[in-house]
C-alpha cells in the first residue's frame, strides 16, 4: 500500500487558474502570491496567458506573447480584428497549438503554479478556449482551483454585487473547478466601506433585496428575485476578503486554495511513508 501511495502522487502538480474582470486585480494578487510563497520558501512559477499584458513586477516563467501577441493579432491585415476579437483569436491560437504550453510546463514533479489570465469575462461564460486549456493541464496531472476576484470597491453597489456574484458562478459552472471567489483590495477601502463589504460575504439575498427594491423599482422586482433565487438554489457563491497588505489574509487565502487542491496533503502521505519504513528499519535492527 505504501508503495501505490508513491505512485499515485508522483508527478502530481498544482495550480491557480486566476481570473476576474479588467481591473479586478489579478496582476496584484500574482505579485503578492508571490512575494508571500518567497517568505514562506515555498517554490511558485506564474504563466502569463494574457497576450495582452504589458509589465509585471514578478518573475514570469512562461508568456503566451513568446507564442502570439495581441498587439501583432491586431495589426494584422488579414485578420482585421478589435481588442475582444483578437483576443479570442490568440486564445484560440493557444488552444490549437497546446503542444507549445506542454513543452514549456515539462516535466517537473510537485511544482506550484499560477496562470495569469485574460480579463475578458466571456472566457470563462460561454467561450470554450479556457475549459479546453484547463482540460489539457488536467490531463498533464495538474491538480487546479479557480480564483476568482471582484474589485471590493465595484461591489459597495448592490446591484454590482449581483453582477458580479453571477460571473462568478457562470465562471464556476463552466469551468468545473475547486473555485474561491476572492473580493480583492479591501486594503482601499475606509473602515464604513470595509464594514459593508463585509456584509456581502456570504450573500443574504433576502437583505440585498430589500436593499435593491428601495433603489430600482418595482419594475424590476421580479428579475432582482429570479437572479436571487438563482443564487440561493447553487448556494455555490461566497466571497474570502483579501487585503494585500495583510499577511494574515493572504495566509488565510492561500489557505483556503490549499485545501481545494489538497496541496501538501500528498507530502504528508509521503513523510508518513518515510516514517513507517525508518520504524520497520528499527524494529528489523531490534
Not at 472566457?123 to 475549459?131: A, C, G, N, S, W
Not at 460571473?167 to 459552472?173: I, L, N, Q, T
Amino acid at each position: 500500500p505504501r508503495g501505490l501511495s508513491v505512485t499515485y502522487v508522483h508527478g502530481m502538480r498544482y495550480g491557480q487558474i486566476v481570473m476576474g474582470p479588467a481591473g479586478s486585480g489579478k496582476s496584484t494578487y500574482c505579485s503578492t502570491i508571490v512575494k508571500h510563497c518567497e517568505n514562506i520558501r515555498r517554490t511558485v512559477r506564474v504563466v502569463n496567458l494574457d497576450p495582452a499584458a504589458e509589465y509585471f513586477d514578478y518573475p514570469v516563467d512562461i508568456d503566451i506573447r513568446e507564442l502570439v501577441h495581441l498587439d501583432d493579432v491586431m495589426e494584422a491585415d488579414d485578420l482585421r480584428l478589435g481588442p475582444n476579437g483578437g483576443l479570442i483569436f490568440c486564445m484560440e491560437y493557444l488552444v490549437q497549438h497546446l503542444d507549445w504550453l506542454q513543452e514549456q510546463l515539462g516535466d517537473g514533479d510537485d511544482d506550484y503554479y499560477l496562470f495569469d489570465c485574460p480579463g475578458q469575462i466571456e472566457l470563462y461564460t460561454h467561450v470554450p478556449v479556457m475549459r479546453q486549456i484547463i482540460d489539457c493541464l488536467t490531463q498533464l496531472d495538474f491538480r487546479l482551483c479557480g480564483v476568482f476576484l471582484v474589485d471590493s470597491q465595484f461591489l459597495l453597489d448592490v446591484a454590482k454585487l449581483f453582477s458580479g456574484a453571477m460571473a462568478a458562478m457562470a465562471a464556476m459552472v463552466q469551468l468545473e473547478l475547486p473555485h474561491v471567489n476572492v473580493m480583492s483590495k479591501m486594503d482601499l477601502l475606509n473602515r464604513r466601506e470595509r464594514h459593508r463589504v463585509e456584509s456581502y460575504l456570504e450573500l443574504d439575498t433576502v437583505s440585498l433585496l430589500d436593499d435593491l427594491g428601495g433603489r430600482m423599482g418595482p419594475k424590476y422586482a421580479s428579475l432582482n428575485r429570479a437572479v436571487a433565487s438563482l443564487l440561493d438554489d447553487y448556494s455555490l457563491v461566497r466571497f474570502i476578503p483579501l487585503d494585500s497588505t495583510s499577511q494574515e489574509s493572504v495566509t488565510d487565502l492561500l489557505l483556503q486554495i490549499d485545501l481545494a487542491i489538497q496541496y501538501g496533503e500528498d507530502e504528508e502521505v509521503r513523510n508518513a511513508d518515510t516514517n513507517i519504513d525508518e520504524d520497520e528499519d528499527v524494529t528489523d535492527d531490534g
